[in-house]
């Protein structure tokens, strides 16, 4: 092998979002010799994810814990040596509710986003009527979908389930996840298991009752809740990804203008400094901002990923102290569906899910404005979006007086929209990219939008791309 080829390779990462960070950790773990370019358009690395510290509240600014039944967030965790900082969640307080004909009720002991486990709770909650209760359970002898071809959410469940259980209950779930519209979101894209529950089981009541038969069996002792989040909030994971490397490999506000593939099968990333070529990119941009950086790169996969849609909400972050709230709930938070006429999505109680959020004498409560349904709304002026929500905290839990802490947090178009189609459409897309030996792509607009998610398919892409220019390398 000549000097030539024994040079490191060197890889263009494109956004500093957690997808961005993963992978470039795992590069370095991989293959340490890599030379990597980390090219962020903000100010910032961490994309959504920040914690900031608001006198003595740790407030985080969108997503505030990640789930532990899959493994890559713990995985990650334990590599970067903060496994020990993770909090699990108060196990007193682990229920939600739903804003119920103006109150708010405990959502059903057993129920799982779309798929009732036990039959007591839903008999006996006033959530559903008495015909809702026995539309659900009718759902045990609902055929199987014969159809393989994708179908909405609210079809979905309303299919199954029935009308009454979509809107009180399985429609502001989901939209505390997707800030979605249920009607234009794919179900095989976002709620995949459930799908799989009525093709393998006949149903849902059927596949969560071989669900409960296999959990019975297996051996048990989950050493974490399903949701932990570092004890610094989730900016720790951020920067103890970027603390492991090299400070001139990062390179904040550097927008990339463009990125197209030489014809030594290089790379060549272009920004307002300049042009520089790469042996691989890893684009992990968001899909419009992807789409436009392609564009000259390759117009067909530019049109493909400027078809996924994006949506956006506000955050509204109120610290009051605790004789504020004159009905508290025993639990994190609670969703309201549609049919409430609501103003807003759901709140989110921080302070109740982990400690050192708030004071010991103060609760930290995070509400969500706006969404796909309602976009009008996240762009309301602040002291509009501070009536709105104490006026709706006023009536939901009893809140009065005005609030120690009052912030909002934007977030326009950040949350990408598995609309129906959306697997076929990066199915296409990632077809069209394996064409083009060198580049990968990753971020929550693909294959799912939480932490451990984006981290699996940066950490892949990561591995991938170490192999093909290991193989590239022989072969030269």
């Known amino acids: 092998m000549d000097a030539a080829a024994a040079k490191p390779s060197k890889i263009a990462i494109i956004g500093g979002g957690i997808s961005g960070l993963a992978a470039a950790h795992r590069l370095q773990e991989l293959a340490p010799a890599t030379e990597i370019t980390l090219y962020e358009a903000g100010e910032r690395l961490g994309g959504v994810l920040e914690t900031q510290q608001c006198g003595d509240y740790l407030v985080e600014q969108s997503a505030d814990n990640f789930i532990t039944n899959v493994p890559w967030g713990l995985d990650l965790c334990r590599r970067l040596g903060i496994e020990s900082e993770l909090l699990q969640t108060n196990d007193a307080l682990r229920k939600a509710y739903v804003v119920n004909r103006g109150k708010l009720i405990e959502v059903p002991a057993g129920f799982l986003l779309m798929a009732p486990g036990r039959a007591w709770p839903i008999l006996t909650s006033p959530i559903l009527s008495w015909r809702g209760k026995l539309r659900l359970a009718w759902e045990y002898f609902v055929p199987a979908r014969k159809e393989t071809s994708d179908e909405c959410l609210q079809d979905f469940v309303v299919r199954r389930l029935g009308q009454e259980t979509y809107e009180r209950l399985v429609q502001p779930l989901i939209g505390g996840i997707y ?16 799908v799989e529950m009525e093709r393998k089981h006949g149903g849902l009541i059927r596949g969560m009752r071989k669900r409960s038969a296999s959990a019975e069996k297996s051996d048990g ?13 989730m900016s720790a994971i951020v920067d103890a990804i970027s603390a492991c490397l090299p400070g001139e490999s990062i390179r904040l506000n550097t927008p990339v203008r463009s990125v197209e593939r030489l014809e030594n099968d290089r790379w060549q990333v272009t920004t307002d400094e300049g042009a520089t070529a790469f042996d691989g990119v890893i684009m992990a941009a968001p899909a419009p901002a992807a789409a436009q950086i392609m564009q000259s790169g390759d117009a067909a996969l530019a049109a493909d990923l400027a078809q996924i849609q994006y949506a956006g909400c506000a955050i509204v972050l109120l610290g009051v102290r605790r004789e504020q709230i004159t009905r508290p709930i025993a639990g994190f938070g609670f969703v309201a569906p549609e049919v409430e006429n609501r103003q807003i999505l759901a709140s989110s109680f921080a302070s109740y899910k982990f400690p050192g959020r708030a004071p010991e004498d103060s609760v930290l409560i995070r509400t969500f404005v706006g969404g796909a349904c309602h976009p009008e709304r996240n762009e309301l002026p602040e002291e509009e979006l501070r009536k709105i929500v104490t006026a709706e905290l006023a009536d939901l839990v009893g809140l009065t007086g005005e609030p120690e802490l009052f912030a909002v947090r934007r977030w326009s178009a950040q949350m990408p929209q598995y609309h129906v189609g959306h697997l076929e459409l990066v199915e296409r897309i990632e077809r069209r990219a394996a064409e083009l030996p060198g580049l990968q792509l990753v971020g929550n607009a693909y294959h799912g939008v939480g932490v451990p998610l984006c981290i699996r398919t940066a950490e892949e892409a990561a591995a991938k791309l170490v192999a093909q220019l290991e193989l590239s390398e022989i072969e030269r």
């Open 179 to 194: 800030t979605a519209d249920p009607k234009k979101l794919s179900v095989a894209a976002t709620m995949k298991q459930f």
């Open 221 to 233: 002792g989950a050493r974490y809740s399903m949701f932990v989040a570092p004890r610094g909030g």
